[in-house]
């Protein structure tokens, strides 16, 4: 089993800077990956980014050019640094681990972000 901590959310300005954490412990897969997904009210969860094993990364359309994923191998955590964040952006974060082989979902529990003057 995998368990998965998240932390950072919260209200911020349009314009302003936000950063999530995640961080992952349990029995782990030797390669897997972590990525954040958004939900919004009324709308489906959508991938935001995601990490791979090795450091390959992937970011969503809408936020590209303002958020960045990384990932912390040592401490199993996995970053995202949200700028420039517009009301748009607002939407409850999850965290996801996935196994590349036996590909079964972890979630985190979610963190609200809320972008808002």
């Known amino acids: 089993q995998v368990q998965l901590v998240e932390s950072g959310g919260g209200l911020v300005q349009p314009g302003g800077s936000l950063r999530l954490s995640c961080a992952a412990s349990?029995?782990?897969?030797?390669?897997?990956?972590m990525g954040w997904y958004r939900q919004a009210p009324g709308k489906q969860r959508d991938l935001v980014a995601a990490?791979?094993?090795?450091?390959?990364?992937t970011v969503a359309d809408s936020v590209k050019g303002r958020f960045t994923i990384s990932r912390d191998n040592a401490e199993n955590t996995v970053y995202l640094q949200m700028n420039s964040l517009k009301p748009e952006d607002t939407a409850v974060y999850y965290c996801n681990y996935r196994p590349l082989v036996q590909p079964i979902d972890t979630w985190g529990q979610g963190t609200q972000v809320t972008v808002s003057s």
């Open positions: 349990g029995n782990l897969a030797s390669r897997y990956v």
């Open positions: 990490t791979f094993t090795g450091g390959v990364t």
